[in-house]
């Protein structure tokens, strides 16, 4: 059988298939073709040896800002996303409904990366670092949003609100965008995506209640005000309850989502993200986050199995947006994307959005990119 492309000798993880094994994988139109202890690559246009290297679906990342000349916090997608191993990613309210048509002409549709969206219940989105989104509570517009919903079904996945008082929402807002967002979505059956720290209420306990199975709270592991950890440290009931009714918690890493401290403390007390993003952006592409696979590493050094860190990057986002058929998986019809990966020794510093630092003794690195069957040549943004 002729191969577009053959990745021959690596370790496929594919915790999707429950796989951890040495296999060869095989690409043809774009798909997975076949997978394989041995495949020939006799009749393949392009063999990769992956051997010593560790061969995962392509990751998905559920927490993005790649709006790039438009908001402030926009990266462009390929070179941060892509180039990276991120061949799937879902841009966290960048744009509102005011903004989307432009997102989508001008970025999505046009970027190698793929690209899904939550739309911001503002219809400004995240535009300037000075002016929050919520400054004036009016952007917060459910008709807006609906009408915007239902003209991109196709890649608008749920609805984004920020509730960060002072920086991004007004106290003539409050709550509001909150439950602005929750209107909107049920409206047109989606869930939302929620970014909790700092809101203007007592405690996380009150934005839980509003969230339902499905929904995501995104910088589960912040340190700040609204956290899931009480005054004792411990993990709030509220969060174990939201948890067991199917609320997504998110690690939405950022430039100010992701504490040692709490993510140490939560996870000793059983309180598992279910999915790992990086929440990149202009502010940390540099550091702390540089890229998906520098989070997923920092989880590793957390004591996270492999299997398990590239299941909450692979198979379980692709459940939560409900393309687990598709993403992934490099089970045999699935699209084809893939990433090659060496698991590199020594002595790396891991440093959380606070300045807190871990050495790590490994570290994941992408060294080959597969999107849609072809191996992605373009050069990483440093």
Not at 15 to 38: E, N, T, W, Y
Not at 50 to 62: E, F
Request: proline fraction near 4%; hydrophobic fraction near 45%; aromatic fraction near 6%.
């Amino acid at each position: 059988m002729t191969y577009d492309l053959l990745i021959k000798g690596g370790t496929l993880v594919d915790p999707a298939q429950k796989v951890h094994a040495r296999r060869d994988v095989a690409f043809s139109g774009g798909v997975v073709a076949a997978v394989g202890d041995d495949l020939s690559g006799a009749g393949a246009r392009e063999v990769v040896d992956a051997g010593g290297c560790v061969v995962t679906p392509g990751m998905i990342d559920l927490h993005v800002h790649v709006f790039y000349g438009v908001s402030h916090f926009g990266v462009a997608p390929d070179p941060t996303c892509l180039a990276r191993g991120a061949t799937t990613v879902v841009d966290a309210g960048s744009a509102g409904a005011d903004t989307f048509p432009g997102f989508r002409r001008y970025v999505i549709d046009v970027s190698a990366t793929r690209i899904l969206a939550q739309l911001n219940i503002s219809s400004q989105g995240m535009l300037t670092r000075e002016i929050g989104e919520f400054e004036i509570p009016e952007y917060a517009d459910v008709g807006k949003a609906c009408q915007m919903i239902e003209r991109h079904r196709d890649i608008i996945l749920g609805v984004k609100v920020r509730l960060t008082r002072h920086s991004i929402v007004s106290e003539r807002s409050g709550m509001l965008p909150l439950h602005r967002a929750r209107e909107a979505a049920d409206a047109a059956g989606l869930p939302i995506m929620v970014h909790p720290q700092n809101a203007w209420c007592e405690s996380l306990d009150d934005i839980l209640k509003v969230m339902r199975e499905r929904d995501i709270l995104t910088h589960c592991f912040h340190g700040m005000a609204c956290g899931i950890l009480d005054e004792r440290g411990q993990v709030r009931r509220s969060v174990r309850e939201a948890m067991e009714r199917g609320v997504v918690f998110d690690v939405g890493h950022g430039a100010g989502s992701f504490n040692w401290e709490v993510v140490e403390r939560a996870m000793a007390q059983g309180a598992q993200p279910q999915t790992i993003s990086s929440d990149l952006h202009v502010y940390n592409l540099h550091g702390p986050v540089y890229d998906l696979a520098t989070v997923v590493t920092k989880f590793l050094h957390l004591g996270m199995p492999l299997d398990e860190a590239m299941a909450k990057v692979t198979a379980v986002p692709a459940r939560v947006i409900r393309m687990q058929d598709r993403i992934g998986t490099l089970a045999v019809g699935a699209w084809g994307d893939a990433v090659v990966f060496e698991l590199r020794g020594g002595e790396f510093q891991l440093v959380d959005a606070h300045g807190g630092v871990r050495t790590g003794r490994q570290k994941l690195v992408p060294v080959v990119v597969v999107k849609g069957g072809r191996v992605y040549r373009q050069r990483i943004e440093n």
